[in-house]
């Protein structure tokens, strides 16, 4: 079977015999759902994540010293 950009069938679903498909595709209906399109592995939920840059000079390295150490 084929599948459109939003997951719906477009084509014939062949289960029995074996065949070929052909279809003809409108690449410009397939931009808007890629942009959308979760490559990495994260989380799509822009209701409850945001993205802050911190763009202030940080300190390369923290060293952090225990010295009550029994």
């Known amino acids: 079977m084929i599948t459109g950009p939003n997951g719906e069938t477009v084509s014939d679903v062949l289960q029995d015999n074996e065949d070929l ?3 003809k595709i409108d690449i410009s209906q ?3 759902p890629k942009q959308y399109h979760d490559v990495v592995g ?3 939920r822009f209701d409850i994540f945001n ?3 911190n763009k202030a000079s940080q300190s390369p390295i923290t ?4 010295n009550d150490k029994t």
């Not at 060293?63 to 225990?66: A, G, K, Q």
């Open 21 to 23: 498909l052909y279809c």
């Open 30 to 32: 397939c931009v808007i």
């Open 42 to 44: 994260g989380y799509q």
């Open 63 to 66: 060293f952090n010293y225990d």
């Open 51 to 53: 993205l802050t840059v």
